[in-house]
């Protein structure tokens, strides 16, 4: 059971560079009841990429979670609105 829900959706775009890219980090339970770390990226308006990982305790997702956040930070991704499902 997830105590809080987690989310971020960063963007990273240099004009110069024509570089507009997308990062998105969500923790949810599975069906099965597991504790689910899913990734999405990809360039901004494509459908992009995506990676799922499971884990039997949410401490575990939460620190993979702050991991993700603080290296795609520190490499220039901005936090934006969530887009739409």
Known sequence: MITQ????YVER?????N?????SIEIDSNLFGEICLTRRW?????????AAH???????A???????TR???RRGYRPRAC???
């Open 42 to 50: 990809g360039r901004i308006g494509a459908r992009g990429h995506s």
């Open 5 to 8: 829900p987690y989310r971020l």
């Open 71 to 73: 290296r795609k930070l």
């Open 83 to 85: 887009p739409p499902r």
């Open 19 to 23: 570089m507009a890219r997308f990062y």
């Open 13 to 17: 775009t240099d004009a110069t560079r």
């Open 62 to 68: 939460i620190r993979l979670f702050l991991n993700l």
């Open 54 to 60: 499971q884990f039997s305790q949410e401490g575990d």
